[in-house]
């Protein structure tokens, strides 16, 4: 096998691995819909605190809580999820590769299939022959240390 056809195989394969992820990210950022359902069901009326005198926390600040976090949770998991989609598409197409490193870093966070991804896919993008098929200019090896 050539090192040409290793690379494109490499790419091919960690394309296919980011579009998997991207589908398991989207769907355990929709986890949350539960608390974004209990917070407006907590502002439209249906739940009301046990009668124990005292409230700690007014009703609809701990709504507002569940709501805006719910929501920002969904939000950034699910635009996580598009950047790992493009990010596939951009491996498999040999384009934007700023795009796809910094997306690989940011996989490292995503324990643990996320962390394995964003290695692999950092490894193959530091290699001089992929940089040349994503058309980035390397430049010659300084010889002589000057």
Known sequence: MTPESQDQEHLRLLSLF??????????????????????????AGPIRPPATGTEPIPMAMLAWIFIVGAALFI???????????????YLAG?????????????????????TV?????????????????????IPPAVVGGA
């Open 75 to 89: 939000l950034l998991g699910l635009s996580m999820a598009v950047c790992m989609a493009l990010t596939g598409k």
């Open 117 to 137: 991804l964003g290695v692999f896919t950092i490894l193959v993008l530091s290699r001089e022959s992929v940089q040349r098929r994503f058309g980035r200019n």
């Open 94 to 114: 040999g384009c934007h590769y700023g795009f796809c490193f910094a997306i690989a870093v940011s996989e490292l966070l995503c324990m643990p299939l996320g």
């Open 18 to 43: 980011h579009y998997v992820l991207a589908g398991i990210t989207g769907a355990f950022s929709l986890f949350p819909l539960i608390h974004l359902f209990i917070g407006i069901a907590m502002l």
